[in-house]
């Protein structure tokens, strides 16, 4: 696999974030098995090996807009509604993920507020989504992750495990550890295949292509 699309069944609902009963069930000493559920599944979509397509099909509520935001990418449909509802159901948790997708005070708003937000709002306030129809979440998603994996498989895994390490490193140390990414890639015949493509105005004929 080189790209994965991950998405709701259906054409209503992406995730509606965690089940109420559970919460109501929950005391301090069997909420950290319950958290840590949670975080295992926000983890494997962060450091899934292959870049990650959010296809949000429906509402992303809570747990289920920070599993979007977790993805590299997110194509949404014109329907689709995003919220941080936790205070109105007396849990915390999902700023931190909110903050990958907003400008902090957008996310702060939703999350006092407890409000679903429209898409079209959220690409309003900066959120860097494209909006489909409903019936043309999906296609899209596979549209480009077919893109994706036309690329160099050796590229592609070497650009996410950076990717993941740069995020919280400054600028220079960021672009150091990229340039080594770089020369780790040097010698792999993916990488000379790449640029004689695009000297010779073809598409690339990768190895394991």
Request: glycine residues 8%; charged residues 25%.
């Amino acid at each position: 696999a080189r790209a994965v699309v991950l998405t709701g069944a259906g054409d209503r609902i992406f995730c509606g974030g965690n089940d109420l009963i559970e919460f109501t069930k929950m005391d301090s000493r069997s909420a950290e098995g319950n958290m840590r559920v949670a975080r295992q599944t926000f983890w494997a979509v962060l450091e899934c090996s292959v870049p990650v397509i959010g296809a949000i099909n429906g509402s992303a509520i809570g747990t289920g807009m920070a599993l979007a935001a977790c993805c590299d990418f997110v194509i949404a449909s014109e329907r689709a509604k995003f919220g941080l509802p936790e205070l109105r159901a007396g849990v915390l948790g999902g700023v931190k993920f909110g903050a990958r997708m907003l400008p902090e005070q957008a996310v702060r708003r939703m999350y006092l507020l407890s409000e679903a937000v429209p898409v079209q709002e959220l690409v309003s306030w900066g959120a860097p989504i494209e909006i489909v129809g409903v019936g043309q979440v999906l296609p899209r998603a596979l549209e480009l992750a077919h893109v994706i994996a036309t690329q160099s498989d050796p590229a592609i895994r070497a650009a996410k495990e950076a990717m993941r390490s740069v995020e919280a490193m400054d600028l220079k140390s960021a672009y150091e550890l990229e340039q080594r990414y770089t020369i780790r890639l040097a010698d792999h015949p993916d990488s000379k295949e790449a640029v004689a493509a695009l000297l010779e105005h073809r598409e690339p004929r990768f190895e394991m292509q």
